[in-house]
T-cell receptor, first 112, second 115 residues
Framework: DAKTTQPPSMDCAEGRAANLPCNHS???????VYWYRQIHSQGPQYIIH???NNETNEMASLIITEDRKSSTLILPHATLRDTAVYYC?????????????FGQGTELSVKP | EPEVTQTPSHQVTQMGQEVILRCVPI?????FYWYRQILGQKVEFLVS????????KSEIFDDQFSVERPDGSNFTLKIRSTKLEDSAMYFC?????????????FGPGTRLTVT
């Protein structure tokens, strides 16, 4: 299983972009990068995922480096409600049941 | 927007008692999961379930645990004889496919406290 490395915590000013990095140097060619977040012990919430290309949805953007060894989740205009633990997960092959393996994540604090 | 629901939100039980945690996955989903999170620790996979059988289970999911889909809507996790270390948040999740590109939707969790 590809492992991920994330900083344990980050701060961001409200209204500014939050850039959350993730290293996944052992990722294999058919593994996707997923991002989830968990707000204060609620159930994890899906944010975005990608394989090679950069992706954007209504919540965030995902930038994956060309060698796929790292990625960055971007929240373009962080709000106080974005304060959460953010998990970068490299997804296992589907025939292994599709389980998600969570690490410790990055605790993002958005401050006024 | 459809969502995964879980009941109860909080369950207190005595050590050695049986508990059943209930989940209603999103209606057209086919894959179901249980995860747990001990206070202050990371979210851990317990079991995945598809086509009325377990697809995969972790080392945590020992003989004390079982899962069932008793009807077309509910998905349950049973712990036969609870231990103090079973105290945790238990999250149910569902997905409309186990393919890599399909995300899992999580419920709000059941907080289990074993005394």
């Amino acid at each position: 299983d590809a492992k991920t490395t994330q900083p344990p915590s980050m701060d961001c000013a409200e209204g500014r972009a939050a850039n959350l990095p993730c290293n996944h140097s052992t990722i294999s060619g058919n593994e996707y990068v997923y991002w989830y977040r968990q707000i204060h012990s609620q159930g994890p919430q899906y944010i975005i995922h990608g394989l090679k290309n950069n992706e954007t949805n209504e919540m965030a953007s995902l930038i994956i480096t060309e060698d796929r060894k790292s990625s960055t989740l971007i929240l373009p205009h962080a709000t106080l409600r974005d304060t959460a633990v953010y998990y970068c997960i490299v997804r296992l092959n589907y025939n292994q049941g599709g389980k998600l393996i969570f690490g410790q994540g990055t605790e993002l604090s958005v401050k006024p | 927007e459809p969502e995964v629901t879980q009941t109860p939100s909080h369950q207190v039980t005595q050590m050695g008692q049986e508990v059943i945690l209930r989940c209603v996955p999103i209606s057209n989903h086919l894959y179901f999961y249980w995860y747990r999170q001990i206070l202050g620790q990371k979210v851990e996979f317990l079991v995945s379930f598809y086509n009325n059988e377990i697809s995969e289970k972790s080392e945590i999911f020992d003989d004390q645990f079982s899962v069932e889909r008793p009807d077309g809507s509910n998905f349950t996790l049973k712990i036969r004889s609870t231990k103090l270390e079973d105290s945790a948040m238990y999250f149910c999740a569902s997905s409309d496919a186990a393919g890599v590109t399909y995300e899992q939707y999580f419920g709000p969790g059941t907080r289990l406290t074993v005394t």
